[in-house]
């Protein structure tokens, strides 16, 4: 899909005009689709990201539009987008607020955090993804940048367009 690359190159040349002068915001509409991702860091090998957002208003304007549709797409995505952040899996719909939350495989580092990637989906047509780490002893929950290798980031953005991209452009 030539949309998940023009927008891999294009949020790379935004990194790179953004040097010494991060964080930035970077908006980019493909369609009906605008994504946005929130970039902590960059150099040439990796990317740092803080969330990334995907609004996709066709998806919520539809009269197709019910729980069960958001269901498949969330299966659509863990599959599709899940791999690249640690396997997400749908954990939760909540059907009094139309969402659904897809986490990760949980991991642990050294000090006994423990860190995973979630994902929200709702009705209207937003994706948001983000890190989280959760401190046990403080029960605190904090938003934890992500960092990605170049190759990475553009397999990560083109399954993003894939799923995200709805109706296809």
Not at 71 to 81: I, S
Request: charged residues 25%.
């Amino acid at each position: 899909m030539r949309q998940g690359k023009r927008l891999y190159e294009t949020l790379n040349t935004a990194a790179r005009q953004h040097v010494d002068k991060h964080p930035f915001i970077f908006t980019h509409c493909i369609g009906g689709t605008e994504f946005t991702f929130d970039v902590s860091d960059s150099d040439k090998f990796t990317t740092v990201l803080r969330q990334v957002t995907i609004r996709n208003k066709a998806f919520g304007e539809t009269e197709a539009a019910s729980m069960e549709l958001l269901g498949q797409l969330a299966e659509r995505f863990a599959a599709k987008v899940g791999p690249s952040l640690h396997n997400l899996k749908v954990v939760e719909a909540d059907n009094v607020n139309c969402k659904i939350l897809l986490k990760s495989t949980k991991s642990t580092d050294d000090r006994g955090r423990v860190s995973s990637y979630e994902a929200v989906l709702t009705l209207q047509g937003e994706i948001d993804i983000a890190r989280f780490r959760t401190d046990r002893d403080a029960k605190q929950r904090e938003l934890v940048p992500f960092a990605m290798t170049r190759e990475a980031l553009q397999v990560f953005i083109q399954n993003l367009c894939e799923v995200a991209c709805w109706p296809a452009p």
